[in-house]
């Protein structure tokens, strides 16, 4: 049966240095969940406690209801594979990818099959007869995945697998990865700076920084609606647009004015008037070759070429805002129009950074 792993109030202290505060996680059997943040933000210590080579200063690490604080990395029956991967140098491929099974008493027909069933969706199968210490990065990292991967375990803790690989790479074993994920019915806890595997994979995402959880929710939810700042400017790419803005109220009706776009409708609810960010994400700035009603004149300073579609960088008061468009839309120099979709942007408060919650025709997007 595949396992459910919980945290509550885990803890975790290097001197005077607090890596994990306090947090609360859980993961649903067949659940995948990416832990998304910054580097040292706590999240491969977090996965060093559930695995047993750390022990936290408080909380507790339940797999299926039951605590296993102090039960053994070995007796928790976690598959890993973490950034700093081994593969046994003198040993083949083969033989490492049976390494595991034999250790279960698995009988040998059933490791070749389940071997070569791995090799060909890792794409191992030219390399099986090479020793680990003739890899080279992206080989070995594969296989450190593949060693755990085939043993089929009820619960797979991931730290940055696909450091190592090239783009191309990444992106076809993000697909495998999901794949036999989904065809294992495996748990999964993967460890990720990188939103674009975290948003591609995930059932839900955990955004951490400085050894706490910002926001724990769907995927959908982390992209359309950041709870704080700094998740929203974390997911994204292009990144959002933060720009400062005037907020009013009258009549329970939030309006924003900014350096160029006035008295823009956001929503409804209760806020004091003041100053605040506006998060606009590139695609809900609106290009322009002609003036019209809602839009306001600026350059463009820079355009970013990335093939299906370039960045324009676009003068906004004193700051840049970045602005998707089609392929040659316009060129650097040139004066282009710009409308703003204020019910697709998010508010946030300039001190706290938490969002400011209001009430809209259409879910913010």
């Known amino acids: 049966m595949d396992r459910k792993l919980e945290l509550r109030a885990l803890r975790k202290s290097f001197g005077d240095v607090e890596a994990v505060k306090g947090i609360d996680l859980a ?8 832990l998304l943040g910054p580097s040292g933000c706590g999240k491969s210590t977090t996965l060093s406690l559930i695995a047993g080579f750390l022990q936290p200063d408080a909380g507790e690490i339940l797999v299926d209801g039951k605590v296993v604080n102090r039960v053994s990395p070995r007796k928790r029956r ?45 794409n191992l199968n030219p390399i099986l007869a090479a020793r680990g210490g003739e890899l080279n990065m992206s080989e070995m990292q594969r296989v450190a995945l593949a060693r755990v991967l085939v043993t089929k375990p009820e619960l797979l803790l991931l730290d940055e697998p696909m450091s190592n690989l090239d783009a191309a790479l990444r992106a076809k074993l993000r697909g495998e990865l999901k794949q036999i994920q989904k065809e294992l019915e495996q748990t999964v806890l993967y460890v990720t700076h990188d939103q674009v595997e975290a948003l591609s994979m995930s059932d839900r995402i955990a955004v951490m920084r400085d050894g706490e959880i910002l926001q724990d929710d769907s995927t959908e939810a982390i992209y359309r609606r950041p709870a704080e700042r700094f998740v929203a400017e974390f997911i994204g790419d292009p990144p959002i647009n933060m720009v400062t803005c005037t907020v009013t109220a009258e009549g329970g009706v939030v309006s924003v004015s900014t350096a160029l776009h006035r008295n ?41 070429n990335f093939g299906a579609e370039h960045v324009l960088h676009v003068s906004y008061g004193d700051d840049l805002v970045a602005v998707v468009v089609a392929p040659g839309f316009a060129r650097e120099g040139e004066r282009i129009h710009l409308a703003l979709h204020a019910e697709q942007a998010h508010l946030f408060d300039l001190e706290s950074g938490q ?5 809209r025709r259409e879910a913010a997007a």
Do not use: W
């Open 264 to 304: 823009l409708p956001l929503g409804q609810g209760e806020i004091a008037p003041g100053q605040y960010l506006l998060a606009v994400r590139p695609h809900h700035f609106q290009a322009s070759r002609e003036a019209a009603a809602g839009t306001v004149g600026s350059e463009i300073r820079l355009v970013e």
């Open 355 to 359: 969002v400011i919650a209001l009430q």
């Open 78 to 122: 976690i598959g890993l594979v973490f950034q700093d991967y081994a593969v046994f140098s003198k040993l083949s491929v083969r033989a490492n990818l049976s390494f595991g099974l034999e250790a279960q008493r698995v009988p040998r027909l059933e490791r070749d099959r389940a071997v070569a069933e791995i090799s060909e969706k890792l």
């Open 27 to 34: 993961l649903n059997r067949g659940e995948f969940l990416s």
